[in-house]
């Protein structure tokens, strides 16, 4: 297995057999597996994280290319594809019966097939399937591609069975040539890719002649060709490959975002013109509170929406952006006399739709912020609605008070008289049976004299019980 899976990262990616006599490192010499020998006490306990935080700046080498060569790139959309599934698939190419998915978890593998090298790469959205091989004869004369789809080292209905969705197929041929007239150079390349015109950038100062039209053949694929002064070395032809592949390759996952963008446009421009009604409204107070709640709370889940669906998608974009300007600075161009260079010509078409999906991301966050401030606008005025309410209440509980109180100072002044009157019943009882003893009293005139005592002294009790309560 050791000799068909290379998964360590300072490993060739010839195309020649593997030699016997040189066979490659085992799996156990990958650095992102073994990490490094601690047998010694010189340094306190290791992070967690440490080797694979240290092994990261290894993942994913550039390969090691001896030209002339063939590079077939086939990106793919890995959502809802699980890396068991990637794992048979890889197990149907010839000789790798023995791949297990636990081998596919540091998201990078080196196959040796037959007189080819295929990588494996799986990044956050996509996959990519790399495979190098020694160029076609005659394959740059065919404009057709007949002699590539014949000589290709995998099966061309493997490639077509490849798991998830193509977002990006490249056929990149790499040769030597001699680059001191660069211009015939380029004209003379130009017919593989049938006359149309291309774009092309000498690179790394010059080391190197890049060219592409950007177009879909008829097979799916773009094509690319990258001419390379003799002698030029398999690190650097590797890393010319690389950055190219992924040039192309950031460059349509960052424009993904572009149809998100063009399809919030008229959702934005319809929650911005129902958020400046919303918010005349407000101003001119000709809705209530609770109409105007109701409809900025359906626009602020419009947008709420939006911004679940095609904030992540925005970012990426921006993210991949970067991705592709940091790419192009890496190539170090120079022009060739009477063509745009690959970056020039990239940026001037990407720039526009990179802007319009900025735009549509700070639009949706403007309009994020727009709805808070007026939320809060709406929330004051219902605030003091509430508050005049409020008082209102208090005012009206108040003088609901007062009534009472002196309802019940009225009837505290006729307890005091049905009190008396009580009191005074009693002691004409009384005296009426004294009389009767023979006691000379007027039953009558005792009591009518003894009102006013009664009176004064229910009214003083009274008082003494209120002083006592309070």
Not at 54 to 64: D, S, T, V
Not at 131 to 142: F, W
Request: proline residues 5%; glycine residues 8%; positive net charge.
């Amino acid at each position: 297995m050791a000799a068909r899976i290379l998964r360590h990262r300072n490993c060739s990616d010839t195309v020649l057999p593997v030699n016997p006599s040189n066979p490659p490192l085992s799996a156990s010499a990958d650095p992102l597996q073994a990490g490094p020998a601690r047998g010694s006490t010189l340094l306190p306990p290791d992070d967690g994280l440490r080797g694979v935080l240290h092994g990261e700046i290894h993942a994913r080498p550039p390969a090691r290319i001896d030209l002339p060569a063939l590079v077939v790139l086939v990106t793919v959309l890995n959502e809802g594809v699980d890396r068991s599934a990637e794992c048979d698939h890889l197990n149907r190419l010839p000789g790798q019966g023995g791949l297990a998915a636990a081998d596919l978890q540091l998201n990078f593998m080196r196959l040796r097939l037959d007189g080819a090298t295929l990588r494996w790469e799986r990044h956050g959205e996509f996959t990519r399937y790399v495979l190098i091989q020694a160029l076609p004869e005659n394959m740059l004369a065919d404009g057709a591609g007949s002699a590539l789809h014949s000589s290709l080292r995998v099966e061309p209905a493997w490639l077509a069975a490849i798991p998830g969705r193509t977002i990006a197929a490249i056929q990149l041929a790499m040769v030597t040539g001699d680059l001191s007239e660069p211009q015939v150079a380029l004209a003379s390349a130009q017919q593989w890719f049938g006359g149309r015109t291309v774009v092309a950038s000498l690179l790394g100062n010059g080391h190197s002649l890049a060219l592409t039209d950007f177009h879909l053949q008829a097979d799916g694929f773009e094509r690319m060709l990258v001419i390379a002064r003799p002698g030029t070395s398999r690190a650097r032809a590797g890393r010319i490959a690389q950055r190219l592949l992924d040039l192309e390759t950031y460059r349509l996952m960052s424009l993904r975002g572009l149809p998100s963008a063009k399809e919030l446009a008229p959702v934005l421009a319809q929650s911005e013109a129902a958020l400046a009604d919303i918010t005349a409204r407000l101003e001119s107070r000709t809705s209530s509170e609770d109409d105007l709640l109701d409809t900025l709370i359906h626009v602020a889940a419009g947008v709420e929406r939006a911004t679940a669906q095609h904030a992540y998608r925005f970012s990426a974009t921006q993210a991949y952006d970067a991705l592709v300007r940091q790419r192009i600075v890496e190539m170090r161009e120079l022009p060739v006399p009477g063509t745009q260079t690959i970056g020039e010509f990239m940026q001037r078409r990407l720039s526009p739709a990179i802007a319009t999906v900025v735009a549509a991301s700070q639009r949706l966050g403007s309009l994020s912020q727009r709805i808070e401030r007026t939320s809060g606008l709406l929330r004051t005025r219902v605030d003091i609605a509430t508050e005049k309410q409020n008082h209102q209440l208090l005012a009206k509980l108040t003088r609901g008070q007062e009534l009472q109180l002196k309802l019940q100072a009225t009837v505290e002044g006729l307890s005091i008289a049905a009190i008396s009157y009580y009191v005074v019943s009693l002691l004409l009882y009384g005296a009426k049976s004294l009389k009767a003893l023979g006691v000379p009293v007027q039953p009558e005139v005792a009591a009518g004299a003894l009102i006013p005592v009664v009176l004064f002294g229910v009214w003083r009790l009274t008082r003494r019980i209120h002083a006592r309560l309070h």
